[in-house]
């Protein structure tokens, strides 16, 4: 067969049965799970007497309330010592592999899954979190669900699901200095809108995207779902292959790494597959994108002007209108010099290895400046302890930031890491819904990592590009 | 064992409506972050858009939700991408619980219209200068019925019936009272074995026995 996408194919292999309701049963291959929307899932298995149909398939973390300064249990906020151990006894009573903080395993979901190996080309992953589609980086079919899907996955192992339409995104040439794969997806963000990918999955392709590595693809996979796509991936190649070799379950494995390649090369979209949509992006034409308003649709280049609501369509209109005012922004000015007094470096968009590497070359050096709070929140603790050995740690804290524990920490504040009263805050996040730092009133300008450093260093909005880069010996 | 929940069908909702305006109303202001560290469903529906609710000092702002001649209303008239952001259930579950029943807008985010699904609430869809004026109605009328009927496709208000749009999968599954989908699922159990069987990358060790 031919002329199928990876969508198709996986799609095909994981389905089950077509339900009376038109949705097609799949089968899940990988559950992840988290503290935040798992509790009340067990609770309804409980209530209908059900058990976990795939504990081995299912694998647990606990990121989202996990405090990142004194992880001491029980922890110092009885609602976050609740969830936790709601957590540990429902893995527990289940037999589910659970990554606690103990284990030095621990970390964001979506973080944690690549850097075990649970995350495999051609499996559909699925977890009550919508940053799932992060795995799709792998070329996985990952998406997130909602709790009464969790449940319904726990009890069977599959979850019921209508298919979608693909939309290939073609991103050629090159990225230039100072650009990141956060930057293409933000811009994609911006051109095609929230909403954009309502009822596709988007099919990330072309030399830009072949070019990253995995770190910068799982980056814009994160992102789909502010595109309103509920999954992305990118095609598995030998970069794919490369960081699988390394992760626990191929090194504990060596076989299966030669016994599952044929399937990995099978699933990949053929050549002349059928798409529902084809986009062009070129590469060459980006430089870093930063956020002006409270959607991760309203962003802008560094040295572009913020849009007139007037010149935006005619549905989009209020809604700038009301985030200019919210964020204090005029149109016609750039981003760069808004004041910022918070840098968030962390979330499961940008606190791998590479991201901490990068932002850490430019504070090299130089010092935070004064007023402003700034943090690096590691992805998890895997990254924590690298980026300690290679030295990372030493040069944030000698510039000025707070290192903290592996968390989501400020990207949602649920946990004490929160803005308060109006801040703004430069962050590596993904969301700048207002109140999603944890104050109402907080202003989140979304950026790749290398600005936020840049943001932290000068205070402001600043393009990393006018920052020389001081690169140790 | 099979569980033995009974599943309603849901043909058609009819309550008053209570209009929310605003594109990309996203779930972090539906129920935000801080109101979901609980690990039960209960109790959600005072958070209901808390933040637009209140101001710091927990004093009443104006929004729909506050206003007495709402509190009765069980459909929400909403405009386009409500619901985008997170795949928190929270978010409809705190709806359900304030007492949302159904909802009418131009677009929803997907996780959240499956979210809404799972709990037998129906979101329909109409073009905006539609849904634009039934929230003027709703607002002129705050305790006229709205009736939406799920299966027609229709929604009658006052003395006009508009066409709507629901979901083909979203229809059967209201309509013929299959929206929870555990059950129907778990009688599948030996074609998932199957299936299972047949990926390359499942452990053998992982698959479960037959019941
Ligand atoms: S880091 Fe942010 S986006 Fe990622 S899983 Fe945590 S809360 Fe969600």
């Keep these: 067969m031919s002329a199928e996408t990876l969508y198709d194919k996986v799609w095909d292999r994981h389905t089950v049965t077509t339900l009376p309701t038109g949705q097609d049963q799949l089968f899940v291959g990988l559950h992840l799970i988290h503290e935040v929307t798992s509790p009340q899932a067990f609770g309804m298995l409980r209530e209908r007497d059900l058990e976990v149909a795939y504990p081995e398939l299912t694998h647990a973390t606990v990121d989202h309330i996990v405090p990142t300064a004194d992880q001491s249990r029980p922890y110092e906020e009885d609602a976050a010592e609740e969830m936790m151990a709601e957590l540990e006894e429902n893995v527990r009573d289940a037999g589910i592999d659970f990554s606690d903080p103990t284990t030095g395993d621990q970390g964001i979901v979506h973080v944690i899954g690549p850097e ?233 968009t940008n606190a791998r290895l590479p991201d901490l590497r990068r932002a850490a070359r430019i504070v090299e050096g130089r010092e935070v400046a004064d007023d402003v709070r700034a943090m690096v929140v590691p992805g998890s603790q895997r990254v924590q302890e690298a980026a300690a050995e290679e030295g990372l740690k030493d040069t944030f804290e000698e510039a000025g930031f707070e290192w903290r524990n592996a968390g989501c920490s400020m990207c949602l504040g649920m946990n004490e890491d929160q803005l308060e009263g109006d801040e703004a805050c430069a962050s590596s996040s993904n969301r700048n819904f207002v109140g999603r730092q944890g104050s109402k009133d907080g202003r989140t300008v979304l950026m790749n990592p290398r600005m936020v450093a840049a943001a932290a260093i000068t205070g402001e909005v600043s393009d990393v590009r006018d920052l020389k880069e001081v690169t140790s010996v | 064992m099979t569980d033995e929940v009974e599943i309603p069908a849901v043909d058609s909702v009819s309550g008053s409506g209570v209009p929310i305006r605003g594109n990309d109303i996203d779930t972090d202001q539906i129920i935000p972050a801080r109101f979901m560290k609980v690990v039960t469903f209960d109790g959600l529906g005072e958070f209901a858009f808390f933040d637009l609710r209140f101001d710091d000092d927990d004093a009443q702002k104006e929004h729909p939700f506050n206003e007495d001649r709402y509190q009765d209303s069980s459909v929400l008239v909403v405009n386009s991408n409500f619901g985008c952001g997170s795949s928190r259930e929270h978010a409809p579950q705190a709806l359900m619980r304030w007492g949302i029943d159904a909802i009418i807008g131009e677009s929803f985010a997907e996780i959240f219209a499956g979210n809404c699904l799972a709990l037998g609430i129906p979101t329909v869809t109409a073009d905006s200068e539609t849904i634009e004026a039934l929230q003027d109605w709703v607002d002129a009328n705050p305790d006229g019925e709205l009736e939406i009927d799920v299966e027609a496709e229709e929604v009658t208000y006052g003395d006009r019936t508009i066409d709507v749009t629901v979901d083909d999968a979203q229809r059967k599954a209201l309509v013929e009272g299959v929206w929870d989908t555990t059950a129907l699922m778990k009688s599948n159990a030996d074609a998932v074995r199957e299936t299972t069987r047949a990926l390359p990358y499942v452990d053998d060790a992982a698959i479960p026995e037959a019941e």
Excluded at chain 1, 261 to 276: L, Q, T, V
């Design chain 1, 116 to 348: 075990q190996g649970l995350t495999q080309p051609g499996k559909t992953i699925v977890c009550g979190d919508s940053h799932t589609s992060t795995h799709g980086a792998f070329g996985a079919l990952a998406f997130g669900i909602g709790t009464s899907q969790i449940r319904d996955v726990l009890a069977t192992g599959t979850v019921a699901m209508e298919k979608q339409k693909v939309r290939k995104i073609q991103v050629d040439g090159e990225l230039g200095d100072g650009v990141e794969a956060k930057d293409i997806i933000l811009e994609i963000i911006r051109r095609l809108g929230t909403e954009g990918g309502v009822g596709y999955v988007y099919e990330y392709a072309g030399e830009a995207i072949e070019s990253l590595g995995m770190e910068g693809r799982m980056s814009i996979c994160n992102m789909s779902i502010e595109g309103g796509a509920r999954a992305g991936y990118v095609n598995p190649d030998e970069t794919t292959y490369e960081w699988l070799k390394e992760t626990d379950y191929f090194q504990e494995n060596p076989e299966r790494f030669e016994e599952l390649k044929p399937y990995w090369e099978s699933i990949r979209s053929d050549e002349d597959a059928d798409y529902d949509d084809v986009v062009h992006i070129d590469a060459d034409e980006l430089e870093p994108v930063v956020t002006w308003g409270t959607t991760p649709g309203q962003g802008v280049g560094i040295s572009d002007p913020i849009p007139e609501p007037e010149s935006l369509p005619a549905e989009k209109q209020d809604t700038a209108r009301r985030a200019q005012e919210h964020m204090r922004v005029e149109p016609g000015e750039t981003m760069a010099g808004y004041d910022i007094d918070v840098a968030f470096l962390g979330s499961c």
